[in-house]
């Protein structure tokens, strides 16, 4: 198992938590993803490295920037 944090700017409620994890959660390979809304860290758990690129792709779907 692979787990990475990121930052995702622009939460601001359990809506946007939702809409990030599940965006993350459809990345192959992405067996968990827990977001803390006060931090806006996103730990994303997979059974091998994801691709930063996707993650950062899933986040922008969702309606979110990750830090860089």
């Known amino acids: 198992m692979e787990t990475k944090t990121y930052t995702v700017t622009g939460m601001t409620c359990s809506h946007c938590v939702n809409s990030v994890g599940s965006e993350i959660k459809q990345i192959p390979g992405v067996v ?37």
């Not at 803390?36 to 930063?52: F, K, N």
């Open 32 to 68: 968990d993803v827990q977001v803390d809304l006060g931090s806006g860290a996103v730990t994303v758990t997979s059974e091998q490295p994801v691709d930063d690129a996707a993650v950062a792709a899933a986040v922008d779907e969702a309606g979110y920037e990750l830090a860089r």
